[in-house]
T-cell receptor, first 111, second 114 residues
Framework: QQQVKQSPQSLIVQKGGISIINCAYE??????FPWYQQFPGKGPALLIA?????SEKKEGRFTISFNKSAKQFSLHIMDSQPGDSATYFC??????????FGQGTRLTINP | DAGVIQSPRHEVTEMGQEVTLRCKPI?????LFWYRQTMMRGLELLIY????????DSGMPEDRFSAKMPNASFSTLKIQPSEPRDSAVYFC????????????FGAGSRLTVL
């Protein structure tokens, strides 16, 4: 019930393309769904987050789509750039409790 | 703010030795988390503190691991004795207890146990 399953493990996208990473969760009590971005040698950093009262949140080229009935949420990166190459983690939590992270997706944007 | 500060950044030690990792959270943050990152298991929460009090240590692998937070600006994660399977990157993160659960991570401590 505490798991967050993330796919794919790795993803290669051409520059200018759309990168899509998916996550699924089991615990219906989760009410906070962030995405973290991690560059090599650095700690993860918050990229964008959503709460289940909305189905989509957009910040620049990054969009979270949220499907409450399917218990799934995804990250879309539009016009992907080489600088977006990083590892992306989805996560979920209930209230202010501890975040549960997905396994991560290593994204490579080819120039 | 300098962010979450971790030391050492890299540690190479031999099996059986004691390892101490240190963390200084962001000033004003009252929650502190220790995570371990490996290729196989991803990001695992080891323990977290609210207002310097340990709340959940269910992720601590075994008794060889211990964590303390003697004050609001300092925490340690100790492994004694260390084993090769403890090799990983250990992250400290801090956040505000109230409001959104936004974690700010440090740069991590890469531990290699030979």
């Amino acid at each position: 019930q505490q798991q967050v399953k993330q796919s794919p493990q790795s993803l290669i996208v051409q520059k200018g393309g759309i990168s899509i990473i998916n996550c699924a969760y089991e615990n219906t009590a989760f009410d906070y769904f962030p995405w973290y971005q991690q560059f090599p040698g650095k700690g993860p950093a918050l990229l964008i987050a959503i709460r289940p009262d909305v189905s989509e949140k957009k910040e620049g080229r990054f969009t979270i789509s949220f499907n409450k009935s399917a218990k799934q949420f995804s990250l879309h990166i539009m016009d992907s750039q080489p600088g977006d190459s990083a590892t992306y983690f989805c996560a979920a939590s209930k209230g202010a409790q501890k975040l549960v992270f997905g396994q991560g997706t290593r994204l490579t944007i080819n120039p | 703010d300098a962010g979450v500060i971790q030391s050492p950044r890299h540690e190479v030690t031999e099996m059986g030795q004691e390892v101490t990792l240190r963390c200084k959270p962001i000033s004003g943050h009252n929650s502190l988390f220790w995570y371990r990152q490996t290729m196989m298991r991803g990001l695992e929460l080891l323990i977290y503190f609210n207002n310097n009090v340990p709340i959940d240590d269910s992720g601590m692998p075994e008794d060889r691991f211990s964590a303390k937070m003697p004050n609001a600006s300092f925490s340690t994660l100790k492994i004694q004795p260390s084993e090769p399977r403890d090799s990983a990157v250990y992250f400290c993160a801090s956040s505000l207890l109230s409001g959104a659960n936004v974690l700010t991570f440090g740069a991590g401590s890469r531990l290699t146990v030979l």
